[in-house]
């Protein structure tokens, strides 16, 4: 049984401003493409399908079309909502797109079904469980102790018709524990979004969505296949691709990635603004890309925007590396309270003002009024 796993289209996104619908619908044909030569018996996609809850009208054409294609190619298509998507809004229609082998994960209310398909060796079952948050699965079993994110996934799983005799595949959106977060991913606002990789132990492979960056948890078995573009400058190192997963016997997995090719490559360039606008410095680069450039010059350079645009017309951002910009990191880092969470941040002021610690308890109590308050801010 062979599936391609993607994750984290963000349809619809700006990067710096920049639209990037272009680039997004360049790399779905690409995509398309390798769905043709490798003919997968699923296409499993992980969630953040848009980049918000209510996309901008191109976006939705462009899933649209995507989606109609895929299917127009007689593959079975697993879709589940993450944390950027409105789950309401992306299963609309569901029931109905099953009879094109389109399933949508609806919204969640405690129940999960499979999808169950069938190769040489027997049955394979596909869970859809979309991005879940403790308040959810709270509503759902309000009976059981849930206090983390791991708690709900462990719950959301138990509750599942599982058959360990088979071979099981989960499709899900969450962020494990020891994976390796981006710049461009939301931190949880309770700071308690990790999931322990030993709840998944039930399934034969999980198709991971909500980091950018392509890893392996729990060696093969759990991973993240990353964005199909770069989304940000942290990310101009990765390579950009598609997982491949396939399922022998119970037991028997094999997974390699294809490697995808952008419109347009995201750099980061360094150096003084005569070393950069040196032809011997740009004149091997695509010029065409979205560019960052990091001046080391000790004085800002007159309209350096708009100079580094007659010779990087996508120039995205500007930055300074110099005396005067380390000494003003090195303060902000002294005070910063950066990617800090809100659960972080009271749990220092509940320090000061009590000359202690939050215990387990009230600590528990406060997370879980903070998604309670969170999520009605979402609905």
Not at 251 to 267: A, H, K, N, S
């Amino acid at each position: 049984m062979k599936f391609i796993h993607l994750s984290d289209l963000h349809l619809g996104k700006r990067v710096n401003e920049f639209s990037m619908l272009e680039d997004q619908k360049y790399i779905l044909e690409q995509i398309l493409e390798l769905v043709r030569r490798e003919a997968p018996d699923g296409v499993l996609i992980a969630g953040d399908v848009y980049d918000r809850p209510v996309p901008p009208a191109e976006a939705v054409t462009l899933l649209d079309d995507f989606l109609v294609r895929l299917s127009g190619l007689g593959t079975p298509v697993f879709l589940i909502s993450g944390n950027h998507d409105s789950p309401e809004r992306l299963s609309f229609a569901g029931r109905l797109m099953e009879e094109r082998k389109i399933y949508l994960a609806p919204v969640y209310d405690g129940t999960v079904r499979p999808v169950t398909l069938t190769d040489r060796w027997g049955a394979v079952d596909v869970f859809l469980l979309p991005f879940l948050k403790p308040a959810h699965l709270r509503r759902c079993f309000p009976d059981e102790p849930i206090e983390s994110y791991t708690d709900a996934l462990a719950c959301a799983i138990r509750h599942m018709d599982l058959d360990p005799a088979r071979r099981n595949v989960l499709v899900t959106h969450q962020f494990v524990t020891g994976a390796a977060r981006c710049d461009s991913e939301e931190l949880s606002v309770g700071g308690s979004d990790n999931v322990d990789a030993a709840v998944f132990a039930p399934f034969d492979y999980v198709a991971l969505g909500h980091l950018h960056g392509p890893q392996n948890v729990d060696g093969d078995r759990v991973r993240y296949c990353g964005t199909p573009l770069k989304y940000s400058f942290s990310e101009v190192r990765h390579q950009k691709s598609v997982t491949v997963v396939e399922l022998g016997e119970k037991g028997e997995r094999r997974v390699r990635t294809l490697p995808l090719t952008p419109r347009r490559d995201l750099l980061e360039l360094r150096g003084s603004y005569q070393e950069v606008t040196g032809r011997s410095f740009y004149q091997d680069l695509d010029r065409e890309a979205y560019v960052r450039v990091i001046l080391a010059d000790e004085e800002d350079v007159p309209d350096a925007v708009g100079r580094l645009r007659v010779i990087y017309p996508n120039l995205m951002r500007l930055d300074y590396d110099n005396r005067r910009t380390r000494s003003a990191s090195r303060e902000v880092e002294a005070v910063t309270t950066a990617r800090k969470s809100p659960l972080e941040l009271f749990e220092e002021l509940y320090e000061q003002q009590n000359g202690g610690p939050m215990s387990r308890e009230q600590r528990a109590y406060l997370a879980a009024l903070m998604e309670d308050v969170w999520e009605e801010e979402e609905r």
